[in-house]
């Protein structure tokens, strides 16, 4: 999941992200329209309760328009901010006070509302409002306006507060935004993980059905999971079968020629006769060796491939296949000799293939023996788990040693010996399925030839 | 000693029974699973060499009733199927050993031999003949209060004479029943067995005689 | 500035023909760059400052002109005058210039430390705290009970014409802008503050320019009292003239911020910078404050007493007193209670 195909984590925190990233957007574009109204919103408050508060002061003094501007009118629009303030106040189009060149704001007229403007006077962008009163003077109606002015300096000042503000929230609701949708997509792929797990702690021969509880989206999964497992229990199954059955084929009515041959070689008296008949019951006992080392190595292979372990003693596994063998090699006078270490062992394993590689390589060691020898199997084990053949037989030419593991290859000094040449391949395959080796060399005692199989032991 | 053989295949079941009935054993023969659990029922044997796959059955069911019940005779395995897959199972199910088919018959006879000698102290194998004690199971002659242990072939050597003592024996038959066929050995080497023989009795009156062109025969010393 | 101010000497350099009226003129050669100064502080107060600003900045040659502060005014809002500094204690006239456009704004470690309401814009920086204080003559007084705030200064005048009459001194607020500065503040603090014109008015009050000479005249039992004379300045005086007492109202004190700005055509900007900073750290410089009798803007913002001395706030609220009819208003009003004859 982690390479080649994107992650659907991935995906999801991605997407979960962008969206984040829009909503962030989307509130900063928000946050910064709304305060830069409600801010420019104050400003023109101020600056309409400045120019009423001027009007306000108007009175009229003998037939002339006079005011008296209040300190509170200008010093309220230094309370916010420290802009410069202009203000300008008409009679009749004349300047009464003020500085006499601040442009009337232009706006709606006729209403006597307020009319705000924004324009640029000696150099500063200014924010405007213009009030408008009518006083009686002399008996004459007189037109007043009343102008205030403010720089925006302290209106930027603050948006760009709020844009700093509206960023920092933005960018503080995406990063946390996006960590709660990395949080919540792992969350909605546990399951997923966690069927991942079950699968990885399985063993390898593990083909039941899997009974975790799946979210509705993972059944169609888990089924497919399912029905592919059965399938595959049911292919190797066939497989198995297969092997088995080949074997009891083959070695079944090998068996009998060779029982029937047997019976007539007893009855023959000529020797030629009976030297073919010999010949005739070798062949039969090769190709059945042959055939059973061969169903041997594709069972061998399948184990491999799925291998499945458990804690074996390897001192009873050698104990076991020298029992087994002790027989046959009775039958020429060859003696086993055991040497077992006393502190215990354990080898994490298959025991099937295990045994079958010590087999082979005991059987080995007794059908290359000439008859009246000893044969010592000895174990020994610091981490790695030895287990060495010495035999007194012909040994192995040292340019065979390297090839010896390969498949059907025999030694060239095999002579008469039955044999297919896949005994010790099996053994290799063996070791090298449980990471260990196997080691050929001339018995260091004299003649013949020591095999050791090297597995790692716990 | 009486053995069972349970075995579907007629040829072989003749001949086998005809090597042990050769090495002074009674064989009785099975075809199927049926005949022999009434066998087993009546008859109390020595050992039961027994077939996996038989007609009417799994050789394996039998061995676990024959387990589950108690009876404590041997039980060797005779199997056409793949060694690693059935190895274990059979062993664990309660087989005393098994052999791979075909196979040679002194292996079969070699391990029916072992086999005994596990079971053994329950029935006294030993003959006599002119003053020598010999146990085939163990391998162990006396004669004159001292006791020897014969090596294997030696032993299987002494028993050939032993089933019946004054006939001649050729040597093609005694290497038959001395060698596997895997074996390429000359008629010579019956020779150096028989006279090592001769050394081991020895001590008793019993020896091996040369019949010339003949073959050998056991007699008592003149 | 047309008359009494006069008694400090008066430099008049012939070759600058100014319209506005330069009081005196000091040179302080050094380096290379110039410093042109134009300030409402006499030389005799400033000359401490500058020759210590010059020992931290040899370079810098200083010339510091001085004039009154509506001339240092008309100098720069009018006439575009070449200075590199303007020093003035009318707080609401710097207000102007910066609010008009007419300063530099500047900023520096040493501006950022002066609390918020010692600087606006930063263009226009306070550095020294002045309160407006009474000057009264121990030997006119005599027994009479010192007056802790303007109701019972009133009542004192009321009571005691015969002690007080011609014998009060306050600031003629027609010509001087830091009196014109106090009074509208005063206005603005205390209703009392006409009654309290008025009863000086009946008194034949005398109008003086400038403080030194209001407590020049107090010292000299010219005066009795004078009214809204500069602490600073007063203090300063008492080591050196016996027989005088200053005394700080109760109710209010208006705490006058003398203060510096660049004016929008100066040259030197970097050397009116330098000069600002060394100002706004005169807090840090307890022996200029001893040698020019001048109290520093404290730096740290508990040092005054805020329910007392009020410290004039630089800002838009200063310009109303400037507007040309609210002053009108206001002198009209002041001189028809100030002269009733």
Redesign the interface.
Same mark, same amino acid.
Do not use: I, Y
């Given at each position: 999941m982690k390479t080649g195909a994107p992650s659907i984590r991935r995906r999801l925190v991605l997407q979960l992200a962008l969206v984040a990233a829009l909503l962030s957007v989307a509130f900063f574009l928000a946050v910064r329209g709304v305060a830069g109204n409600a801010t420019e919103q104050t400003q023109d408050n101020i600056l309409a309760a400045s120019a009423t508060s001027i009007a306000d002061a108007l009175y009229s003094e003998s037939g002339a328009v006079r005011v008296e501007i209040p300190y509170s009118a200008l010093s309220m629009l230094g309370t916010v901010s420290e802009d410069r303030v202009f203000y300008h106040v008409i009679v009749d189009g004349e300047t009464l006070t003020g500085y006499d060149d601040l442009p009337l704001p232009q706006g709606r007229s006729g209403s006597r509302a307020p009319v705000f403007d924004t324009y640029s006077y000696r150099g500063d962008s200014l924010r405007a409002v213009v009030v408008t009163r009518t006083l009686t003077a002399a008996n004459q109606p007189r037109f007043v306006q009343v102008v205030v002015a403010q720089t925006r300096l302290g209106l930027e000042a603050i948006s760009s507060r709020i844009t700093t503000t509206a960023t920092a929230v933005g960018v503080a609701f995406f990063l946390v935004a996006t960590a709660l949708s990395a949080f919540a997509a792992q969350n909605a792929l546990r399951p997923l993980s966690r069927l991942a797990d079950a699968m990885a702690r399985r063993g390898p021969k593990d083909l039941r059905p899997v009974s975790a509880e799946a979210p509705a989206e993972l059944a169609p999964l888990v089924g497919g999971l399912n029905s592919f497992m059965s399938r595959l229990g049911a292919a190797l199954g066939r497989s198995e079968d297969l092997i088995v059955e080949a074997a009891h084929r083959v070695r079944t009515p090998l068996a009998t020629v060779r029982t029937q041959a047997e019976v007539v070689h007893l009855q023959m008296e000529k020797p030629e006769n009976r030297q073919a008949l010999r010949q005739m019951i070798r062949a039969v006992d090769e190709s059945s060796r042959s055939a059973g080392q061969l169903l041997d190595h594709a069972m061998v292979t399948l184990r491999s491939d799925h291998l499945e372990t458990e804690k074996v003693d390897p001192a009873d596994l050698l104990r076991d296949v020298v029992d087994r063998l002790g027989p046959t090699a009775g039958l020429r006078d060859i003696a086993i000799h055991l040497e077992l270490p006393d502190a215990p062992l354990r080898i994490e394993g298959d025991p099937i293939l295990l045994q079958n590689a010590v087999r082979n390589i005991l059987d080995n060691a007794i059908k290359y023996s000439p008859a009246e020898t000893d044969i010592r199997v000895s174990m020994e084990g610091t981490g790695t788990c030895r287990m060495t053949f010495c035999d007194q037989g012909r040994g192995f030419e040292a340019a065979d040693i390297m090839r010896l593991p390969d498949r059907f290859s025999r030694g060239s000094n095999v002579g008469d010996v039955v044999g297919s040449g896949l005994g010790l391949t099996i053994v290799s395959d063996v070791a090298r399925a449980h990471g260990g080796t196997l080691e050929i060399a001339p018995n260091p005692e004299g003649a013949g030839a020591c095999v050791t199989l090297v597995l790692p032991c716990c | 000693m009486r053995f069972l053989l349970v075995e579907d295949n007629a040829d072989l079941a003749r001949a086998l029974s005809g090597r042990f009935v050769l090495g002074g054993h009674a064989v009785d023969h099975a075809a199927s699973l049926e005949d022999a659990e009434l066998a087993t029922q009546t008859v109390g044997y020595d050992l039961i060499l027994l077939d996996i796959m038989l007609p009417d059955g799994d050789g394996r069911t039998f061995l676990r009733r024959h387990r589950s019940a108690d009876n404590p005779t041997p039980v060797i395995v005779l199997t056409a199927r793949s060694e690693v897959s059935d190895r274990v199972g059979l062993l664990d199910l309660g087989a005393d050993d098994y052999i791979t088919k075909p196979f040679d018959f002194t292996e079969l006879e070699a391990r029916v031999r072992a086999v005994l000698r596990r079971h053994g102290g329950a029935a006294d194998n030993s003959r006599e003949f002119a003053g020598l004690t010999f146990d085939s199971t163990s391998g162990v002659i006396s004669a004159g209060g001292e006791s020897t242990q014969l090596r294997n072939r030696e032993t299987r050597l002494l028993e050939v004479f032993f089933a019946a003592p004054g006939q001649i024996f050729s040597k093609s038959h005694l290497m038959d029943r001395l060698f596997s066929f895997s074996e390429e050995v000359s008629e010579n080497a019956i020779e150096v067995y028989v006279g090592r023989l001769r050394r081991r009795l020895s001590a008793s009156d019993a020896t091996i005689e040369t019949v010339r062109g003949m073959g050998y025969r056991m007699v008592r010393r003149e | 500035m047309r008359h009494a101010c006069l008694a400090l000497l008066l430099i008049l350099q012939a070759a600058r023909v100014m319209a506005f009226e330069i009081e005196e003129s000091h040179s302080y050669p050094a380096g290379e760059s110039q410093l042109r100064i134009l300030s409402t502080a006499d030389q005799s107060v400033f000359d401490p400052i500058i020759r210590a600003f010059q020992t931290e900045h040899p370079a810098i040659s200083i010339t510091y002109d001085v004039a009154g502060s509506t001339a240092v005014m008309s100098a720069i809002l009018d006439e575009g005058a070449a200075y590199d500094l303007v020093i003035s204690s009318a707080m609401d006239l710097q207000t102007k210039l910066?609010? $008009?456009?007419l300063a530099l704004a500047y900023r520096s470690e040493a501006t950022a430390r002066l609390p918020d309401w010692a600087s606006? %814009? $930063?263009m226009v920086f306070g550095f020294t705290q002045e309160p407006a204080v009474i000057v009264v003559n121990n030997r006119l007084f005599g027994d009479l009970p010192l007056p802790q705030n303007r109701a019972a200064l009133i009542e004192l005048l009321r009571d005691h014409p015969d002690i007080f009459r011609r014998r009060i001194g306050t600031y003629d607020v027609r010509v001087s802008g830091l009196g014109y500065l106090f009074a509208t503040q005063d206005s603005?603090n205390t209703e009392s503050y006409w009654r309290l014109t008025e009863v000086m008015g009946r008194l034949d009050t005398r109008l003086y320019c400038c403080s030194g000479e209001m407590i020049s005249d107090v010292a000299s039992g010219e005066l009795a009292l004078a009214y809204n004379v500069l602490g600073s300045y007063a203090r300063a005086r008492l080591r050196d003239t016996p027989g005088i007492r200053v005394v700080e109202m109760e109710d209010f004190v208006s705490v006058m911020l003398r203060s510096a700005l660049i004016p929008a055509g100066a040259d030197a900007v970097e050397e009116a910078g330098q000069m600002i900073d060394f100002l706004a750290a005169m807090a840090e410089r307890p022996d200029l404050a001893a040698l020019t009798g001048l109290p520093p803007v404290s730096l740290d913002a508990s040092g005054t007493d805020e329910r007392v001395l009020r410290p004039i706030?630089l800002?838009?609220?200063l310009?109303?007193?400037l $507007? %040309?009819? %609210?002053r009108d208003?206001f002198l009209r009003s002041w001189v028809s209670s100030v002269k009733q004859q």
């Open positions: - | - | 910066a609010n $008009d456009g606006w %814009r $930063d603005r706030r800002g838009p609220g310009l109303v007193f $507007d %040309r009819m %609210r208003t």
